[in-house]
């Protein structure tokens, strides 16, 4: 089946050591996202690109960065991260305006 | 800027009973689309049901339908015979045409169904 594959599903990394989330497609879409969800609370939107457009959204700490080297695949890099960056991180994929999105299983992760 | 509320932090239901989730939004734009989307606990966030701004008629699938009122920007949705599967958060989201493709999310209606 076509999907959104996020890897790990887990992730703990140590305070202020990078590390890179992975997110995968094989429905051929041309937006990809990611957004930050900490616990009961709605998704907020980190960036997103749109084909090879990245997208950055004005709130998105400098920490924060994405590559999309091609179609299926999109990473998200934390170059340092802080005890409030743990969260869960959700990848999607949309075809475009008015398809809504395809969401992966999300990747918790955990600064310790 | 567009927002999406959702007043109901937390509703609960009896197991196949009806229950009926609000959401309102603000915009400005006249070509847009609404989603409920569903996330279960620890699990995948899937899409329930999608409503064109244009489309008069009330969005349908299967147990879920929504009553979308344009003019009172409201958006919400009703569950019929509810099953414990249907436990979950749910989020109304906003997309409009001229947002570049984001959508904007509600701040979530936790729902508990009880047998």
């Known amino acids: 089946d076509a999907m959104v594959i996020q890897n790990p599903r887990y992730q703990v990394t140590q305070f202020g050591k990078p590390v890179t989330l992975s997110c995968s497609q094989t429905?051929?879409?041309?937006?990809m996202y990611w957004y930050q969800q900490k616990s009961s609370q709605a998704p907020k939107l980190l960036f997103h690109?749109?084909?090879?457009?990245?997208?950055n959204e004005a709130d998105t700490p400098d920490n924060f960065q994405s590559r999309r080297p091609n179609t299926s695949f999109c990473f998200l890099d934390i170059r340092s991260p802080g005890l409030g960056d743990a969260a869960m991180y959700l990848c999607?994929?949309?075809?475009?305006f008015g398809y809504g999105y395809t969401f992966g299983s999300g990747t918790r992760l955990t600064v310790v | 800027a567009q927002t999406v509320t959702q007043s109901q932090p937390e509703m609960s239901v009896q197991e196949a009973e009806t229950v009926t989730l609000s959401c309102t939004y603000d915009t400005s734009e006249s070509d847009y689309y609404l989603f409920w989307y569903k996330q279960p606990p620890s699990r995948q966030m899937i899409l329930v049901i999608r409503?064109?701004?244009?489309?008069?008629q009330n969005a349908t699938e299967n147990r879920f339908s929504v009553n979308f009122q344009k003019a009172a920007k409201s958006f919400s949705l009703k569950i019929s015979d509810s099953q414990l599967g249907d436990a979950a958060m749910y989020f109304c989201a906003f997309h409009g045409s001229g947002n570049t493709g984001k959508l904007i999310f509600g701040q979530g209606t936790t729902l508990q169904v009880k047998p």
């Open positions: 429905l051929n879409h041309n937006v």
């Open positions: 690109y749109y084909d090879k457009d990245f997208n």
């Open positions: 409503q064109e701004a244009y489309k008069q």
């Open positions: 999607a994929t949309s075809r475009g």
